[in-house]
């Protein structure tokens, strides 16, 4: 059985707890967020089990990383506390249940993941991936799950992701290059947190279109454009590889503008709030959002994660804005269409 | 009797008539599961006054009349079970008058939902008709004479009752109007103020007369639609969501689905909600009103409303649905046939626990479907199963639950919709009997000759 590591004498001594003070989607002092942390670490009831939206970003406050999102969904599950509705929790569980419908490309020592995102199947191309496409794979079968923690079940992300992991052994890779921040956050953060071993080096994908980038040299041309990111949930779990969003943009002489939501104080894409709780939280949360990418004159919105693209494109582009995914930036950068 | 096909050369030309075995293999069968059965001859008339000739010769001759749109109701309707000839009025496909004032439109007895929605949205784009989601080269008037429902059904009702007027040739050879158009150049009312006698052919599979002249509603074309999906795992919550849904007013069309198949549709019931609006502010209230009317289920973790991504979204906003004809090819094997009872939105629970017992009585793939009518007054569930057209074994099974399906629906307060041969006779006999000398009575007097679709709405 794989438990989580959290040590709750870290929170005892932490004196900012900044897991709940930064919160930006719950209102907690100091000495709220340490009663309310101590009493999820001790398994007693707190409104946070109930009013946590799931953004992530406390993985990425804590500075001890103690986990305080894991324990929150542990905690939750522990106590049937339903972060969505079941239908729809339900319904997302289907979708990741292994089909047999995977693809698997020319495989080498070293291949990309899409997770179980179909956007990587079209996005993915272009003298930036040649000189390791086609080895790639798709499908549920080594989908990383990491998604559950949306609908407080760790109990399926502890069933599948170990059968995962065996079918990457099984094809004896040794570098993972994940195409998206949830694969490399499970395999890099959550994996570890839970004691299950992982068969091979996961590389953010971030990591290697910089690496990728410089190798190109010369034929990377500055596109002097202004972009606003829109920084995903998945990212809280792996901050450490966040500082590439920037080193990127420099690279590619993107202007990547300074705005209120950006970095630690982003905000989610919305639609996980539509679906556990309505509407009125998703709309406030996108329109502060996109008038702040308008107030600081992107002129672009560029994406990391496939659902927030699928989220939001089609809303900042009425705004104005154009939509576009990192590597289609970074292709625009090397003349690629 | 080669007298006949001679007599129907001279009416329609030798062109439009056959007794070929190619054609009279194809207009033997619908793409059911009912048994085939030959006609003797195929004719394609492109007038009402050539109808009226071969009605006159059948007439004469007594020989069996069986009237055809497209043939696409599934249920055996247009299957000559007495020989004879099969008027295939597709030639009829004329779009005679728009009124767009009174948001009404005339078209000929043969004209597809498919070319009449085509013809609105290029010459008359603030319009248009309750398109139903079977193929789009189903035509109106048989859709009208099956009681079919479409896109705005769950607002105004059955298409049937969208219905402003009928021309009809009689089993006698007459043609007879329907409605204000039988004293008024004008065709806006198929009954109202005057008796109505659009009952007399709405609902009787031709058996009572060619429909060669149907005039039908129009409504506003708003220039956005949009969708969402409300999903519950409670099925006895349906009639409670779709009371609070048609409540609000908001929506365009509801229908409903559970199917086990692909995953992510297992163990939930989908309400699929469509709006329309003008502007954002118009399309942004009506969502608002639904969201804000199932609160209570988002709230108690019941239900909730799952992300339609983009890419999704075509694909259900399609009319007419083609996921529908992609359902029947689940098997590989192109078949799919449903019985689809009218009833009450409150036995949703037991008709969709009724699927899921038969699919697995009988192993087949399913499909549950339901339509919401006249904003809840009723429903129509469609029992829907999947089949391999080289699997006689599967099709078997696929007939002995639909058999099932029949003898459950009526005893759940169901009514057939576009039933088979047997179903009619099982309604025949369950009806009240004054109902039923009624109809009788209406038939003998009506086609005294019993030529028109023979087999059809008999009662011995």
């Keep these: ?9 870290l929170c005892k001594t932490c004196t900012t707890c900044d897991c709940l003070v930064m ?4 209102d907690l002092d100091i000495d709220k967020a340490k009663e309310e942390i101590m009493k999820i670490s001790e398994g007693e009831d707190s409104f946070v089990l109930q009013d946590c939206v799931t953004c992530y970003g ?10 305080p999102f894991y324990l929150i969904t542990e905690r939750r599950e522990e106590k049937d506390i339903l972060t969505s509705p079941r239908a729809i929790t339900k319904q997302w569980i289907n979708i990741g249940e292994p089909q047999g419908k995977y693809k698997v490309g020319e495989i080498k020592e070293k291949m990309l993941s899409f997770g179980f995102m179909p956007e990587f199947l079209r996005w993915v191309k272009g003298r930036l991936f040649e000189d390791i496409m086609p080895s790639f794979i798709f499908g549920q079968e080594f989908f990383c799950n990491v998604v559950y923690i949306h609908f407080a079940n760790t109990s399926i992300i502890k069933e599948r992701l170990p059968m995962v992991m065996d079918n990457f052994r099984k094809l004896g890779v040794k570098e993972v290059v994940c195409m998206h921040d949830e694969c490399y956050g499970s395999f890099a953060s959550l994996a570890p947190a839970y004691g299950i071993e992982v068969p091979f080096k996961p590389i953010h994908y971030f990591e290697y279109l910089y690496n990728r980038l410089k190798e190109l040299g010369d034929e990377v041309r500055p596109l002097n454009i202004k972009v606003a990111y829109q920084r995903p949930c998945s990212s809280r779990l792996s901050p450490d590889k966040h500082h590439f969003v920037g080193d990127i943009m420099k690279l590619i002489g993107v202007d990547l503008v300074e705005r209120r939501y950006s970095n630690k104080n982003s905000l989610c894409c919305g639609e ?12 406030d949360v996108q329109k502060r959002n996109m008038d ?14 496939p659902a927030c693209y699928a989220a939001l494109a089609q809303k900042v582009a009425k705004k104005g804005i154009k939509p576009i995914h990192i590597i289609g930036l970074c292709r625009m950068a090397i003349g690629e269409k | 009797m080669s007298n006949v096909i001679l007599s129907l050369a001279e009416i329609v030309g030798e062109n439009y008539v056959s007794s070929g075995e190619e054609e009279l293999y194809f207009y033997a069968r619908d793409p059911g599961l009912m048994p085939a059965h030959k006609p003797d001859w195929v004719v394609v008339p492109k007038t009402a006054e050539e109808v009226q000739k071969i009605v006159r010769l059948a007439k004469k001759e007594k020989i069996p009349l069986v009237p055809m749109g497209a043939g696409m109701a599934l249920t055996g309707l247009i299957i000559p079970l007495k020989g004879g000839i099969v008027v295939d009025m597709k030639r009829m496909n004329k779009i005679l008058e728009v009124n767009e004032k009174a948001r009404y439109v005339i078209v000929e007895g043969g004209t597809s939902h498919g070319s009449l929605k085509a013809y609105l949205e290029k010459n008359y784009p603030r319009l248009r008709h309750s398109i139903p989601d079977s193929p789009a080269t189903a035509t109106i008037a048989a859709n009208m004479m099956i009681h079919g429902q479409g896109r705005l059904t769950q607002q105004y009702g059955f298409n049937s009752d969208m219905v402003t007027g009928l021309e009809v040739v009689l089993p006698s050879g007459e043609i007879c109007k329907i409605g204000s158009c039988s004293i008024s150049p004008e065709w806006f009312s198929k009954g109202a103020p005057l008796p109505d006698l659009s009952g007399l052919f709405l609902g009787w599979f031709g058996a009572t007369g060619i429909i ?27 009639p409670d969501i779709i009371y609070e849904l048609t409540h609000t007013e908001m929506a365009e069309d509801i229908v409903i689905f559970s199917q086990p198949l692909p995953l992510i549709f297992k163990d939930n019931h989908h309400i699929t909600i469509f709006i329309t609006g003008d502007t954002d502010e118009e399309l942004e209230f009506k969502r608002k009103m639904l969201w804000d009317a199932l609160d209570g289920f988002i709230k108690s973790k019941d239900g909730g409303f799952m992300w339609v991504q983009p890419a999704m979204k075509p694909i259900l906003l399609e009319m007419p649905q083609r996921s529908v004809s992609r359902f029947a090819d689940v098997k590989k094997g192109g078949g799919f046939e449903y019985s689809g009872p009218i009833i009450l939105v409150e036995r949703y629970p037991e008709c969709t626990r009724k699927i899921v017992e038969l699919s697995s009585k009988y192993d087949l793939g399913y499909s549950g479907m339901a339509r919401i009518i006249g904003r809840g007054h009723c429903m129509m569930f469609g029992f829907a199963f999947t089949f391999n057209r080289a699997d006689p074994d599967m099709m078997e099974r696929v007939r002995k639950a639909l058999h099932e399906v029949s003898n459950y629906a009526l005893t759940a307060g169901g009514v057939f919709w576009k039933p088979t041969v047997d179903e009619q006779r099982m309604a025949i006999e369950r009806m009240d009997p004054n109902t039923r000398n009624l109809l009788k009575m209406i ?16 009662v011995n």
């Design chain 1, 1 to 9: 059985m794989y438990t989580l590591k959290f040590d709750e004498d």
């Design chain 1, 23 to 26: 919160c930006q989607y719950m």
């Design chain 1, 58 to 67: 406390c993985e990425e406050y804590c500075k001890r990383g103690n986990h």
């Design chain 1, 272 to 283: 996980v709030l539509r679906m556990a709780s309505g509407y009125e939280l998703a709309n």
């Design chain 1, 292 to 305: 702040d990418m308008v107030d600081s004159g992107a002129e672009y919105c560029v994406f990391n994660c």
């Design chain 2, 212 to 238: 060669t002249k149907v005039a039908l509603r129009l409504y506003p074309r708003k220039k956005m639609r949009d969708v969402e999906i409300f999903v519950t795992d409670k099925e006895d919550l349906v």
């Design chain 2, 443 to 458: 038939k003998k007097n009506v086609d005294p000759n019993g030529i028109m679709n023979p087999g059809n709405w008999e």
